[in-house]
């Protein structure tokens, strides 16, 4: 008899996208899919109305259900940065005050060193590393195949990550289990073949090979004319980079019409991968392009293995204004050799350019990454409060430069809102002279 799956799910939310983590539902559609009985309990720790205690509860509550009809079952849990202190506390209670199995995956679990989960997670029975769809299948129905990155606490660590056919995984949407919103995240691959020190998707593009990252078209149609009749407002598309293989990407945005999509889309994009039948294909639909340039420095670029080519970027830019395409360009502060005068000089560099939205959110160092490892070459110094740390010091620039890069992103980031003249109007009395200029301009 197959298990039962209690599923929990602690995401950080974003509000025009809502609760649901597509991760999480796509492992609960397979396991619809695959007839495994299942129980899932979503929670956001950023949520205004999260509470640790009432998750605990809620969870323990299925569980205990489950054992008191005789149930055998096994509890999922997807691993976060944002969500640790969460996987902790509920390894701990669950590992003490149930008999079920705990199962972690995630990319606190992928991106970890072999021979160091047990250390990290002492509750934990068994590890997935991976994309976690069919392993949990095969658990549930008490099976171990080898190309499915499960681990089981206490024997040899292998190392090895799932393999999972993408175009075999149920929809989240066909089936049922996520019903389209105003506002929604979707996918139509997975992983990266780029190297970014910084980036957990570089893992998966040291075996990157494109078509097996797609998910299946004919998937992606049946979804894409659901959305378009239920009047899905915005997707935000979370491929690492949408348009990586451009004769399918211009397929996909082509039937996109086809099927009357008239949702806002959100697509990550990369200036130096971007042809011109991308941006041909871009017309008569509702996009945004949000563009990861991180920054405009050379060094820093070499440092985190994300040298830019600005020639190419700023080509790309003069096609999507002549066209009148929106976009936005975000950058990184915090980086491996950056100075004040050197973020600066990125954020001078968008404004040079006219981009019309720029973001610039925090260096984080996640877990398995190359950046992880080099600490100490740069002397990164984390932050020790908030649900995430970031970097706020290094070799190169100090807390309190740190700081006046915080408040001069903070600034860059209001920067696009409809409220400008009220921000300069309010603007605080020792607000620096850069972000006075960075605000004046954008206006």
Not at 380 to 389: D, Q, T, Y
Request: glycine residues 6%; aromatic residues 8%.
């Amino acid at each position: 008899m197959n298990k039962h799956i209690v599923f929990v799910s602690v995401d950080w939310e974003r509000p025009q996208d809502g609760r649901s983590n597509l991760g999480a539902v796509s492992i609960i559609a397979s396991l619809k899919a695959a007839g495994i009985p299942h129980t899932l309990i979503e929670d956001a720790v950023n949520a205004a109305d999260f509470d640790y205690d009432q998750l605990e509860k809620r969870v323990l509550a299925a569980i205990h259900e489950l054992e008191a009809q005789g149930k055998e079952c096994l509890v999922g849990i997807g691993a976060y940065i944002w969500s640790e202190p969460v996987t902790q506390k509920l390894t701990d209670v669950i590992h003490n005050t149930t008999s079920a199995p705990i199962v972690l995956g995630g990319p606190q679990i992928s991106d970890t060193v072999a021979g160091t989960l047990e250390s990290l997670y002492p509750y934990a029975n068994i590890f997935v590393r991976g994309q976690g769809e069919q392993a949990l299948v095969a658990l549930a129905k008490g099976e171990n195949p080898d190309h499915l990155g499960i681990h089981f606490a206490g024997t040899e660590d292998r190392n090895q990550k799932a393999e999972t056919a993408l175009e075999e995984l149920a929809s989240p949407w066909l089936t049922g289990v996520m019903k389209p919103g105003k506002s929604i995240r979707w996918e139509t691959m997975r992983g990266c073949p780029f190297k970014c020190s910084f980036c957990q998707h570089r893992e998966s593009g040291s075996r990157f090979k494109l078509k097996e990252q797609q998910l299946d078209y004919e998937r992606i149609a049946k979804e894409a004319r659901l959305f378009a009749q239920a009047g899905v407002e915005r997707i935000s598309i979370l491929d690492p980079i949408f348009h990586l293989d451009t004769k399918r990407t211009v397929e996909l945005l082509t039937m996109f019409k086809e099927v009357g999509l008239t949702a806002q889309l959100a697509l990550q994009c990369r200036f130096e991968s971007v042809k011109d039948e991308f941006i041909d294909a871009l017309e008569g639909l509702n996009v945004v392009l949000e563009f990861g340039l991180q920054t405009t420095n050379l060094e820093e670029g070499k440092a985190i293995g994300r040298p830019n080519r600005l020639d190419m970027a700023e080509r790309v830019i003069e096609k999507l204004k002549a066209r009148n395409i929106p976009f936005e360009v975000s950058l990184i502060y915090g980086l491996p050799k950056q100075t004040l005068a050197s973020f600066r000089e990125s954020i001078s560099w968008c404004w040079r350019q006219q981009v019309p939205v720029i973001r610039a959110w925090p260096l984080m160092i996640l877990r398995g990454t190359p950046l992880e490892k080099q600490r100490e070459e740069f002397g990164l110094v984390e932050s020790e409060n908030g649900a995430i740390p970031h970097v706020i010091a290094s070799n190169s620039f100090t807390r309190e430069e740190y700081c006046e890069m915080e408040r001069l992103a903070d600034a860059t980031n209001d920067s696009e809102t409809t409220h400008l003249k009220d921000l300069l109007k309010d603007a605080p009395k020792n607000v620096s002279k850069e972000q006075s200029n960075a605000v004046f301009y954008r206006v």
